[in-house]
Nanobody
Framework: QVPVVESGGGLVQTGGSLRLSCLGS????????MGWFRQAPGKEREGISCITWSGNTAWYDDSVKGRFTASRDKGANTVYLQMNNLKPDDTGVYYC??????????????????WGQGTQVTVSS
């Protein structure tokens, strides 16, 4: 059973918007901060957002601050990432997983993170 299912990716032009969704199975998200991670072609996966279980606080990588907004619907066991003003550098496969935000501001997968298949985002110039 896949623990998470990401969706909402696609092909957009520079400046466009997309909204990604991440659906958890069962009670998989209960009590967990949830993050979005991006893997660009030829690069390692990087954390770009992390939102607390309450949804009251979110951290963002500098590359997406002011453009991306994370949110969650606990009742629907779903986490979202609203992406605005997309740039070609945002191209990659986007994954959601449990996260931690360390003091340096870096977002990392937590020790209980489980990975889905991701959703492809392609931003054309």
């Amino acid at each position: 059973q896949v623990p998470v299912v990401e969706s909402g990716g696609g092909l957009v032009q520079t400046g466009g918007s997309l909204r990604l969704s991440c659906l958890g199975s069962g009670t998989g998200f209960d009590g967990l901060a949830m993050g979005w991670f991006r893997q660009a072609p030829g690069k390692e996966r990087e954390g770009i957002s992390c939102i607390t279980w309450s949804g009251n606080t979110a951290w963002y990588d500098d590359s997406v601050k002011g453009r991306f907004t994370a949110s969650r619907d606990k009742g629907a066991n779903t986490v979202y990432l609203q992406m605005n003003n997309l740039k070609p550098d945002d191209t990659g496969v986007y994954y959601c997983a449990a996260c931690v935000s360390v003091a340096s501001g870096i977002i990392l997968p937590s020790s209980v993170a489980k990975w889905g298949q991701g959703t492809q985002v392609t931003v054309s110039s």
